[in-house]
């Protein structure tokens, strides 16, 4: 059992004022392996007041000193990429060789936020006006559980290139990847109080950093009833909100696509982070007329993935993140059977061989339609609903019904076809025909998938104020 007894407040790790600790379970195992100190309403406090007081410092050193400690902590991060890589999969679930590439691989797109700190100093002369960039102030970042290290470099990283200060309390299931992270931080020598971590539940600490005086900004990711909440708090004194929230992402494959590549696609695409991925494209909509066809490539390439132990090297899938979330997975797959939905693999019995952990089968449902519960609500776990449609404009119709918008998929003859298709759908984002997951493209949703953007250059915008200066 590892414990973890101090927050990193002000550049230093102290011990908390709040009593108590969160245990970290690996979900595979159902045991515990780690506890995690409680901070309490005081640490938020000197969280922030050390983050106020590294403000007018911080906000002032040039783009060229910013951007060399982020390439001195991109170097620090990618000597503990392993590191990041165990505690992601034991806490988490995620298979280790798979957490190295989709959990631990974006430390690399950290380092392109150091050319980005640049923009900060970009002027614009518009007739007698001098228009500036100045940072927003201090930011109050929570992050879930499900790609921990990729949503804490996703906030810190652009906060950092643009001279913002920031407090940031992880997700009490996955805490361990931050607490390494922040000792890359100190082993840099960030300036005092730039980066400040506290551990514990959320609820009040959540709470208590989205009404924060000292809070200029919050950005959550997270569920869209939590978004809401915090939208709400926050509205309460006009702090600027950043919400990443929930999914539930359409993938059209048209007639004349090649079925099996798209079905198989499709399949592994929710499937590779025991679907607790946002932007999984969970709908998987298909032409009446192939719909046999594309339910059986869809069962045997589910059926192929093996489910097991993370530390096995030829795992595809591991356990859901938690005993709680397999729960909510399985009351979602016995509402879909309630509802008439048919199973093409999967179900409410455990993997074979898996009797104990946070398992859950690859489950597959035919005969969906759209108004079901199991295609309108967010899952988060190993489920696709398989949707026949008769013509694209139906198909187009069924991807928008949803007060979703963050993700879509679509599947075309061609990349041209593809991309006329994905300007019709009301997502923020679009994979088409395949395309990589890219760190250098905005992400973000359209609906009550949340407001503002992460990664890319469209990055670091919700960083920074705008003034302009009449001369």
């Known amino acids: ?72 902590l991109h170097a620090a991060l990618e000597k503990r990429k392993d590191a990041l890589a165990l505690a992601i999969s034991q806490s988490m679930g995620c298979p280790l060789e798979i957490a190295k590439i989709i959990q631990v691989n974006c430390v690399k797109a950290f380092e392109k936020f150091a050319d980005r700190a640049h923009e900060m100093e970009v002027e614009k002369q518009v007739n007698n006006s001098l228009v500036v960039r100045e940072p927003v102030g201090v930011c109050a970042f929570i992050t879930p559980w499900n790609y921990p290290l990729y949503q804490l470099i996703g906030k810190v990283a652009p906060a950092l290139a643009t001279g913002c200060t920031m407090v940031l309390k992880p997700s009490s299931v996955t805490p361990l990847q931050d607490i390494i992270f922040a000792e890359a931080v100190a082993e840099i020598g960030l300036p005092k109080g730039v980066f400040n971590l506290i551990t514990g539940r959320g609820g009040v600490l959540g709470d208590a950093m989205v009404t924060h005086p000292e809070a200029d900004m919050v950005s959550f990711t997270g569920s869209t009833a939590t978004g809401r909440r915090i939208q709400q708090l926050a509205a309460e004194s006009i702090k600027r909100v950043c919400l990443e929230l929930g999914g539930k992402s359409p993938f059209i494959i048209t007639e004349d696509a090649p079925l099996e590549q798209a079905v198989t696609f499709g399949v592994k695409d929710v499937m590779i982070n025991t679907g607790q991925t946002c932007i999984a494209l969970t709908r998987m909509l ?117 007060v979703y918008g963050l993700s879509s998929g679509v599947w075309a003859a061609t990349k041209e076809e593809g991309i006329r298709i994905a300007r019709e759908i009301r997502t923020g984002g679009c994979y088409v025909n395949g395309g990589d997951f890219n760190y250098d493209a905005p992400l973000g949703g359209y609906k009550q998938s949340g407001n503002g953007r992460e990664w890319g250059d469209f990055g670091i915008h919700e960083f920074y104020e705008i003034k302009s200066m009449q001369l």
Request: aromatic share 8%.
């Open 1 to 72: 059992m590892k414990h973890y007894d101090k927050l990193f407040i002000n550049g230093e790790w102290v011990a908390p004022h709040g009593s108590g600790t969160t245990t970290v379970y690996n979900p595979a195992t159902e045991e515990a392996f780690a506890e995690v100190c409680n901070a309490d309403l005081d640490d938020v406090n000197s969280a922030f007041a050390a983050a106020r007081a590294a403000f007018p410092a911080w906000s002032r050193t040039t783009a060229a000193e910013r951007a060399d400690y982020i390439r001195k």
């Open 286 to 402: 298909v032409p009446a007329s192939r719909y046999e066809e594309a339910t059986q490539i869809a069962k045997r390439v589910a059926e192929s993935l093996k489910v097991g132990d993370p530390m096995d090297k030829d795992t595809f899938m591991g356990p859901m993140s938690s005993m709680g979330q397999r729960e909510t997975v399985l009351k979602y797959i016995q509402k879909g059977l309630d509802e008439g939905a048919k199973l093409v693999t999967g179900g409410l019995e455990r993997p074979e061989g898996l009797d104990r952990g946070a398992y859950v089968r690859p489950t597959i449902f035919r005969d969906v339609h759209n108004k079901m519960t199991i295609a309108q609500e967010e899952i988060f776990g190993p489920v696709i609903c398989m949707i026949p449609y008769t013509n694209l404009a139906e198909a187009i119709a069924i991807a928008n019904d949803s």
